[in-house]
């Protein structure tokens, strides 16, 4: 017993100095007190062991080394030094373009899940929703009426275009100018501000969305607020805030998309002259496409790489990736042609220009900013793709969920509601997990940006996770609709997000891409607690340095693994019950220290696979992405349990964050299954395998935890409106929205006059054809009353009218536009026009 208690103890204190990074002094005091008292048999006073074991000797080397360890001469001499040149060559390099990416944006809380101990008082400070009035006046007023007034069949099918009406309800209200300051004419809204109204419109037509979503994002209007010179501010913000200018931004081209360092658009630094009078400036070609917006703009935001072979600007020949404002009428710009992304209806089209001469303040920002574009580029892409896309993801699927959960009310098949078969129960418990937690994640980090930070990785991760449960839903809405959800026309509400779906997996960083090599292989740079450091210490060109910065980085490094193996042990083995977990967390609490239990383990997977494979990271792209999909799984955790606390902490939603919360984490350990399995040093996935699944992996939520979910959703109520919050839902019968949710509620009303009528039908007393008027045969016959007979013959129109299909005219049906693509310049080539037919 005595040498349980002792077995017990000595290891007690081995996870006491791992988990809590003790210095290499203390790990050689602990080591020789073990040993001495292992020696000497002192347990409780008694001899129970032979007086010096054989195996004890070991102690007194290791804790010999380890006091040597512990003086800087040594240490330096024989570990950080033989360190330092092994990982020399082996560590992965940083472009430059890599490195003006990750200085370009902040870390936050994706950088306390990288850590494995994240502090739950940094999550609680990020603010819940919050809009001034201003705000909310403007998302209930002149969002709502832009909503009402889009007509989502006539702008995607009948006009394949947005009309002039709704540009001009636009500009005159603001839209445009969201993000532009008050000082320069705009409406100064906060990111959360802008994510809200944003989910709304495209909640409404995808289409209409596109040309407010766009001026407000990633383009001229914030590059000018944040670089532009202030001439340049005075001109064009309050032109773009009211409309008078609309922008586009052209950066991808056919050879350069993900790949910016491979850029051909160039400018070179040269004499020319602009009005008449002989100028310093840049001589540029180009060639971009997929550019959103062009076809309309008339101001161009252009990106290219920029060269003085003079030193004209004296930044050297290779000045590097420039932006420049470009009026869209300058001589030598060709715009105006058109994409066709997906058939959607919103302007898209290249650009091109030869030897088109600009002045040198045309530059954004001056000749100053001139090669710092990229950097620029990264540091807006990283606040804007938080809003954008995340905001139309959530706003779509909150609302395809609740056209779902109506349909499915009221549609019937074998006497019974759709929506209470098991088969269709399935994807809607999806939808409403789908819906809560993009929600979720939506608001805390907008509310992130709106409190000055520039979340690159979590921007990322949330991009390609939010779109493709966007995905996702859009698929499982058409499952569940059926012919209904196919069949276009004026009538379908799901077609429009369906078309759309493709261009949002594919822009600001298609998805393959996002998930598989910046998610992780940029997001451990930037995340991890010492990674990016020790990279930058390893290619310092001053070794001296270098050998410093790695020297002090290096200690803190090793413990921070060993304390994440010991860490990820214990918590794993004890189920995370000595986890942490903020005070007052209440019902959640359980789950809290789940998180907290996970993040010790994808932290101790994240540095082992960083650490191990090193400059070979980049190519291992399925790791890399199962590790982005364990990261995004506890960032969405963590946005699931702050959205509980922020709405109050409701009841009624407690057994959806459960659901969500188990299939998080079934979802978490399956990400790192993958890396386990397919972990390229075998032995280190043998050694991490029984620290992260001592006792295997969880399980999803169960089939009954769903069904509770639904037969929620399926009611109107508190609990079905805070799940679709912020989208537009009118209840006009005569909007092909809103007859859903004018037809559920009378469904609810008359829900016991069904059921008489129902037995009647099933007895045989009354027959439903479509030769007999099977409700006034019921009434006639006593089963119903007057005025159950007249409740349930309005259900039943309006029943036919939800579950109606379109239909039309063949000539109806013939397209309006020609196609006018690289086939078509295959057939008849026009100069450069191989270019475009790549």
């Known amino acids: 017993m005595a040498e349980l208690i002792f077995a017990g103890l000595s290891l007690a204190a081995l996870f006491a100095l791992a988990m809590n990074r003790a210095p290499l002094w203390l790990w050689a005091l602990a080591v020789a007190i073990f040993t001495f008292t292992a020696q000497m048999g002192l347990v409780h006073g008694h001899l129970h062991w032979p007086a010096f074991p054989w195996w004890s000797f070991v102690g007194w080397p290791v804790a010999a080394l380890l006091f040597m360890a512990s003086f800087p001469e040594l240490k330096r001499k024989y570990i950080t030094l033989p360190t330092y040149r092994a990982l020399k060559g082996v560590m992965p390099t940083i472009s430059e373009t890599e490195r003006e990416a990750l200085q370009a944006g902040t870390v936050g809380w994706d950088a306390e899940l990288f850590s494995g101990t994240p502090d739950w008082s940094k999550l609680r400070r990020v603010s819940p929703i919050t809009l001034t009035t201003e705000e909310r006046a403007f998302l209930d007023g002149p969002t709502n009426e832009l909503c009402k ?22 500009r005159e209200n603001g839209f445009l100018g969201m993000l532009i300051s008050r000082a320069h004419g705009g409406l100064g809204f906060s990111a959360q501000a802008q994510s809200l109204i944003i989910g709304k419109i495209s909640s409404r037509s995808p289409d209409g969305v596109t040309i407010v979503m766009v001026p407000n994002s990633l383009g001229p209007g914030e590059l000018i607020e944040k670089y532009g010179t202030d001439a340049q501010k005075e001109h064009f913000l309050p032109r773009l805030a009211r409309g008078e200018e609309i922008p586009c931004f052209a950066l991808t081209g056919p050879f350069s998309g993900s790949d910016a360092a491979s850029m051909r658009d160039i400018g070179v630094v040269t004499r020319g002259l602009h ?21 309309n703009a008339t101001l161009l935001g252009l990106a290219f790489r920029l060269f003085d072979p003079e030193n004209l600007l004296e930044h050297g020949e290779d000045v590097g990736i420039t932006l420049a404002l470009i009026p869209t009428n300058h001589p030598g710009v060709e715009i105006g042609r058109r994409h066709l992304p997906a058939g959607a209806a919103f302007p898209n089209g290249p650009t091109k220009g030869r030897d088109v001469f600009i002045p040198i303040d045309w530059v954004i920002g001056g000749a100053e900013r001139a090669g710092q574009g990229w950097r620029m580029l990264m540091a807006c892409l990283a606040a804007g793709r938080s809003i954008s896309l995340p905001a139309t993801s959530a706003a779509a699927v909150k609302a395809l969920l609740r056209t779902s959960t109506a349909y499915a009310r009221i549609r019937k098949q074998f006497n019974l509601p759709i929506g209470f078969m098991e088969g269709v129960e399935e994807p809607l418990a999806r939808m409403a997990e789908n819906a809560y937690e993009l929600e979720a994640a939506r608001a805390v980090t907008a509310s992130m940006v709106s409190a000055g930070e520039k979340p690159a990785v979590i921007s990322a991760l949330l991009k390609y996770v939010s779109t493709e449960r966007m995905r996702q839903s859009v698929n499982d809405a058409l499952d569940i609709h059926g012919g209904r959800g196919i069949c276009d026309g004026p009538s379908n509400y799901i077609q429009g997000a369906y078309q759309m779906m493709p261009v949002g997996i594919t822009v600001e960083g298609a998805n393959i891409l996002t998930r598989t090599l910046i998610t992780f292989a940029q997001g451990a740079l930037r995340s991890h607690p010492y990674l990016f450091t020790e990279i930058e210490a390893l290619q310092d060109e001053d070794q001296e340095r270098g050998i410093e910065l790695f020297e002090e980085t290096l200690g803190e490094h090793v413990a921070f693994t060993v304390s994440n193996a010991a860490g990820s042990l214990f918590h794993n083995v004890t189920f995370g019950v000595f986890a942490s977990s903020p005070p007052n967390a209440g019902p959640t609490r359980r789950w809290w220290k789940k998180l907290a239990r996970a993040s010790r383990s994808f932290a101790l997977v994240a540095d082992m696979t960083v650490a191990l494979l090193g400059g070979s990271l980049k190519v291992k792209q399925k790791i890399t992405g199962r590790m982005a999909d364990a990261l995004a799984e506890l960032y969405l955790l963590s946005s699931v349990l702050k959205r509980y606390e922020d709405d109050g902490r409701q009841a009624a939603d407690l057994p959806l964050v459960n659901y969500c919360a188990r299939n998080c984490l079934y979802r978490f350990d399956q990400a790192l299954l993958g890396v386990l399995r397919n972990f390229p040093v075998r032995p280190a996935a ?51 929205v809103g007859v859903l949710e004018y037809t559920l509620k009378k469904v609810i009303a008359s829900e016991e006059a069904d059921k008489k009528l129902e037995r009647a039908i099933r007895k045989g007393e009354v027959r439903r054809y479509h ?9 006639t016959k006593g089963v119903l009353t007057e005025e159950e007979a007249s409740s349930l013959a309005e259900l039943r129109d309006l029943t036919a009218r939800v579950i109606a299909v379109d239909d039309f005219d063949a000539e109806a049906l013939a397209r309006r536009y020609a196609p006018q693509g690289a086939a078509l310049a295959a057939v008849h080539p026009e100069p450069h026009e191989h270019i475009a037919a790549e």
């Not at 007034?149 to 636009?170: S, T």
């Not at 100028?279 to 076809?295: E, F, M, S, V």
């Not at 295997?696 to 409106?721: N, W």
């Open 149 to 170: 007034r889009l007509n989502d069949w006539h702008i995607r099918h009948e006009l394949h275009d947005v009309p002039d009406d709704i540009w001009r309800f636009i």
């Open 275 to 295: 009005e008449g009078k002989e100028t310093l400036g840049i001589k540029l070609n180009w060639d971009k496409r997929y550019i959103t917006l062009a076809p």
């Open 686 to 736: 043998w050694a991490m395998w029984p620290l992260v699944f001592p006792f295997g992996a969880r399980r999803p939520a169960s089939d009954e935890d769903g069904k509770t979910i639904v037969r929620q959703a399926l009611q109107p109520g508190a609990f079905r409106d805070r799940l679709t919050r912020d989208i537009f839902s009118p209840d006009d019968p005569n909007d092909r």
């Open 771 to 779: 030769n007999n008027d099977w409700i006034a045969e019921a009434r």
